[in-house]
């Protein structure tokens, strides 16, 4: 039987949908002790509050301490008069203000359970975090704060809103829950400004959308500069939602490392190679992707940089640089070819960049490698395969496995072969093998200090069992790094500084024959 769809239906489904989005918000049980406003009026007046005894809200002699639940109705305004540090949880549906004389302590919850009003101007200390659930269409005013944390959990989201972040610092995480039906963004500009944002912890996205901004405003520059991780596991997490013609969107990730699972991502900005995510630690970062649908992703490695790449691909239309100084390591059988098979943009590997093959089963460099590189590193016990005669200016590192290098390779003036457990299939007649060190020495860890991580360099003169332990100043070892057999060579290790508080600690670094300690220094 044929059914007609008639508009009444039809607007009967959307209201539908709209309930049951609304209906999605959290929802918060009274507990015995939660306060709440029955009036308008001072936050040190006790006759506007009201307390839940565990049957019945019934009248206080005291107004709340700040460790409580409480909840600032919709239709009461509460002026905070008195210094008061909220440890609890304060949820604002009506109106709070106050003139800094609150603060969102330590582990303090300030939730916005409505739609448009206004964030208080607060203390955000550390550990404290502002909690977003009430809005539907009209952002808060008052929003542009330095806040610790951030969470964004707005089922009920119709329209496309901004934090208008501008020189702002989150200090601890942003975590995005639920954006309903549209999107936040960190920030905005007006046409031919900028807009600079800093985050100091990590980015969590598990479903919504966000993204830096959504701007179609010309000449706008926009900064991001990030000390953490980046953890999307669903929704859509983009670079730009904004056209923003002739102008930039630069995320800049100086610490963390960048992983993305069942999820979307996109750029659009219309300047060419204007939108970006840049690796910019000194060292190792990871980029892993697994179910993703590209758009675009655009990337840029900076010098200094080895990215770790995985068994990752990437695909969709944003570009792709490999600075000169970068490096790229990759566990693809097809090489370097394979990471950029899907993708449309451009894709840029500058000569005198630094190349890894670490798999697991055998590999290929292939040709989308340069032809001119500064270090090749081998480090695949199933062997990897050259593509095409290559000139290394640096090192080649025979860490594991057979190189095949029967397509023959040049070592530039300078470049050396060291081999670290690996070997060439081709020997190379006058090959300049780097000399094994004549005694055991352990180089001090750079960068000294340090935040997230630092390497550490020593040489053996002859293989050797090695461990490597970290100790503070009491001489209590908090970390064993390494422990295990190395052969004679050169050698370097990754030293994550974890959960190592700010201070000065001692690494040893321990061979068969003797070992030596050295300081290190953590700043957070």
């Known amino acids: 039987m044929r059914k007609t769809v008639t508009m009444r239906s039809v607007g009967t489904a959307l209201l539908g949908l ?14 015995e002790g939660d306060y709440r406003t029955r009036d308008s009026g001072d936050w040190s007046n006790a006759q506007i509050w009201e307390r839940f005894n565990g049957s019945a809200w019934v009248a206080v002699a005291t107004p709340p301490s700040g460790s409580e639940v409480i909840t600032v109705r919709e239709a009461d305004s509460v002026y905070v008069d008195v210094e008061t540090t909220l440890t609890g949880h304060l949820v604002n549906q009506g109106i709070v203000d106050t003139d800094s004389l609150l603060t969102v302590g330590d582990g303090g919850v300030y939730e916005h359970a409505r739609d448009e009003g206004k964030i208080p101007r607060v203390i955000w200390d550390e550990g404290s975090t502002l909690l977003m659930t009430g809005v539907v269409a009209t952002a808060p005013e008052d929003r542009n704060q330095n806040y610790y944390h951030v969470t964004f959990n707005t089922p009920g989201l119709l329209s496309n809103l901004n934090m208008a972040l501008d020189d702002a610092t989150i200090g601890g995480d942003i975590r995005v829950l639920d954006t309903g039906l549209a999107r936040w963004y960190l920030t905005t500009a007006s046409s031919n400004d900028t807009s600079i944002v800093t985050i100091m912890g990590n980015v969590y996205v598990e479903n919504g959308a966000f993204s830096v901004h959504g701007t179609s405003n010309a000449g706008t520059t926009f900064i991001v500069h990030h000390y953490g991780n980046i953890e999307v596991t669903g929704g859509n997490f983009s670079i730009s939602r904004g056209s923003q013609g002739l102008g930039t969107t630069t995320w800049y990730l100086y ?149 095949d290098n029967t397509i023959p390779f040049t070592l530039g003036a300078g470049a050396s072969i060291s081999i670290e457990g690996g070997s060439l299939l081709v020997p190379v007649a006058n090959e300049a093998v780097a000399e094994l060190p004549r005694v055991f020495f352990v180089e001090q860890n750079y960068p000294n200090p340090f935040s997230t991580s630092t390497v550490i360099r020593y040489g053996l003169p002859a293989a050797s069992e090695v461990t490597v332990r970290v100790y503070d100043l009491l ?50």
């Open 475 to 524: 001489g209590q070892e908090v970390r064993t790094v390494h422990v295990g057999s190395k052969p004679a060579g050169m050698h370097e290790l990754v030293l994550e500084a974890g959960e190592l508080g700010s201070g000065l600690y001692l690494y040893r670094v321990e061979s068969a024959s003797r070992s030596v300690s050295r300081q290190m220094v953590v700043i957070r």
């Open 18 to 31: 709209f309930l049951g989005i609304l209906l999605a918000a959290p929802v918060r049980a009274q507990s």
């Open 255 to 403: 610490e963390g490392d960048f992983h993305m699972a069942n999820a979307t991502t996109q750029s659009s900005t219309i300047t060419p190679g204007g939108a970006k995510f840049v690796f910019a630690r000194q060292g190792r970062q990871t980029l892993t992707l697994e179910n993703v649908e590209f758009s675009a992703l655009p990337i840029e490695v900076g010098s200094g940089t080895t990215l770790d790449m995985g068994l990752s691909k990437l695909g969709g239309s944003g570009n792709f640089t490999l600075k000169e100084g970068a490096g790229l390591a990759t566990a693809l059988p097809g090489g370097v070819a394979e990471i950029f098979a899907d993708v449309v943009g451009v894709v840029t590997l500058e000569d005198n960049a630094r190349f890894e093959f670490n798999g697991t089963e055998a590999q290929v460099t292939s040709t989308a490698m340069p032809a001119v590189v500064q270090d090749l590193v081998i480090d695949n016990a199933a062997g990897v395969t050259l593509s095409q005669e290559t000139t290394i200016n640096g090192m080649l590192v025979l860490r594991a496995g057979i190189f």
